[in-house]
């Protein structure tokens, strides 16, 4: 299992940007699919952003596209979240997560992933 700590969360305005970090430890990082889900308080935790082992390819949630950029540096076994123009909806918990076995991403979000951070708290004010 790879073990995962995110960082970077906090308070922002609305239209503010805010960057998070996932670092890895464990395992070869360059063998996961990396994802960013989050859960606003009352919901269901929801899928973010992911992306490829090899960082190429990435999929966002429609609530995100242009707004969030997902990357990875598999040299630094990290993976970020860059989230420009937020909204006050986009408060929530992140969780950085990581899948195994996966072929694609696409496939990715539709089963469980293997491994979670313990999240980081994103406050968007008015």
């Known amino acids: 299992q790879v073990q995962l700590v995110e960082s970077g969360g906090g308070l922002v305005q609305a239209g503010g940007s805010l960057r998070l970090s996932c670092t890895a430890s464990?395992?070869?990082?360059?063998?996961?699919?990396m994802g960013w889900f989050r859960q606003a308080p009352g919901k269901e935790r929801e899928f973010v952003a992911g992306?490829?082992?090899?960082?190429?390819?990435?999929r966002y949630a429609d609530s995100v596209k242009g707004r969030f950029t997902i990357s990875r540096d598999n040299a630094k076994s990290t993976v970020s979240l860059q989230m420009s123009s937020l909204k006050p909806e986009d408060t929530a918990v992140y969780y950085c997560?990581?899948?195994?076995?996966?072929?694609?991403?696409?496939?990715?979000?539709?089963?469980?992933?293997?491994?979670w951070g313990q999240g980081t708290q994103v406050t968007v004010s008015s």
């Open positions: 997560a990581a899948a195994l076995l996966a072929q694609t991403v696409a496939v990715a979000t539709m089963r469980p992933w293997d491994s």
């Open positions: 464990g395992r070869t990082f360059s063998d996961y699919i």
């Open positions: 992306i490829n082992r090899r960082g190429a390819v990435t």
